[in-house]
């Protein structure tokens, strides 16, 4: 068995998507219209052989419940791992304020008693493929205190913007973790990823709360730069980011080209997520997609084209949607016209007709609205 306890954890205030998370945390975002972005570090671990999963949640946690379920999905039961998720409650604060390191000290005493001797800690936001398998046999080899993945990307001036950037020496040691301010161009992106010893986990979480009750893991590891050996391993596959409104809207169209799609179409590495017995899409009064990708118990009758569809929408006659995320169970009226937008769950878009964003600023429709 894979000795290795899985913490998903949940992003900082720097990381916010305007609109969706109003209503529900990050990892609750619906992606491609049929997985909520906490299937993809779950499915990377139980894919890598990883049976003890801890889901940090710093948002309302109902729909990760109804979602999450028993585990049986992820091949994760009873008799067979553990898939825990553990919510925030904040006292008097806002959920995504309170540290990650506040909530895995509340929790240490099942960290210090889980059998594991290693832990593996991977965000919801960067959603990629890894095999956090043989990413642990790198990091032991290594005798590394931690190892954190990173991208190098050559456009952070303009994209990235606050997300964490690694600072690194010739034989890839981390120097430094900092803000993407968007002074440099090429920079080393970090995924948030962190493998290390629960040992020196939970001596890292104990140190952090000493030191601030505002710490996150991500502030004690650079404060420890100079004194452990924390190295860098590089990533050098695709990743889909999602740290502001025009990522989420532009990682989802992404996956509109076969060759992003195939990433996830891949038998020997699925990715798993609740399915809902409903019946299939029904095309109506010479309804027709094109290059969209369309979840079931859709009724369509009008015309769209690059889009992305979720589960039970209804699109009316005569309706065009061009370049739009249109999430569950949204109405587009007859007539519509809608351009790079994204309609939230439940969302009426009835009497205002003519809706239109742009990929860098998509316009949004809140969650069972009426326009």
């Given amino acids: 068995m894979f000795n290795a306890l899985g913490i998903i954890a949940y992003n900082n205030t720097n990381i916010y998507i305007e609109g969706l998370e ?53 091949n994760i039961n009873s008799k067979h791992g553990h898939l825990g998720l553990i919510p925030v409650f904040p006292d008097g604060t806002r959920a995504n304020a309170v540290p990650d390191v506040e909530m895995y000290y509340d929790n240490l005493v099942d960290i210090e008693n889980d059998p594991n001797d290693y832990v593996i800690i991977a965000p919801v936001n960067f959603i990629y493929k890894a095999n956090y398998s ?5 990091h032991v080899a290594s005798g590394a205190d931690i190892s954190m993945l990173y991208q190098r990307i050559d456009d952070a001036k303009d994209k990235y913007l606050h997300c964490d950037v690694l600072t690194l020496n010739k034989q890839k040691g981390v120097l430094g973790i900092e803000e993407n301010l968007g002074a440099y161009k090429v920079r080393n992106l970090s995924l948030a990823t962190y493998i290390m010893s629960k040992e020196v986990f939970i001596n890292l979480v104990k140190k952090a709360r000493a030191t601030s009750s505002m710490y996150w893991l991500k502030d004690i590891i650079n404060d420890s730069c100079p004194d452990m050996d924390i190295r860098a391993i590089n990533y050098r596959g695709r990743i889909y980011p999602i740290y502001n409104q ?14 992003n799609m195939k990433d996830f179409s891949d ?31 859709c009724q369509i009758s009008g015309e769209i084209t690059n889009s992305i569809i979720g589960r039970a929408v ?3 006659k005569n309706a065009k949607v061009d370049g739009c995320i249109i999430l569950p169970e949204a109405v587009v009226g007859d007539n519509a016209n809608l351009k790079n937008c994204i ?17 860098e600023s998509p316009l949004y429709i809140g969650r069972r609205e009426t326009v």
């Fill in 22 to 74: 109003k209503y529900r945390p990050i990892a609750a975002f619906n992606f491609i219209g049929r997985y909520r972005l906490v299937d993809f570090p779950i499915s990377n671990m139980t894919n890598s052989g990883m049976w003890d999963i801890d889901i940090y949640v710093n948002g309302n946690p109902k729909v990760l419940f109804e979602h999450i379920g028993s585990g049986r999905h992820y």
């Fill in 134 to 138: 043989d990413l642990l046999d790198q």
């Fill in 246 to 259: 025009e990522s989420y809207f532009k990682s989802n169209m992404m996956m509109l080209h076969e060759d």
């Fill in 267 to 297: 038998a020997n590495w699925p990715i798993y997520t609740r399915t809902y017995d409903s019946a299939p899409t029904i095309y109506l009064n010479d309804g027709t997609t094109r290059n969209t990708y369309v979840s079931n118990g």
């Fill in 314 to 316: 209804k699109i009316g």
């Fill in 343 to 359: 309609i939230d769950k439940g969302a009426r878009i009835i009497h205002k007709k003519d809706l239109a964003g742009t990929e």
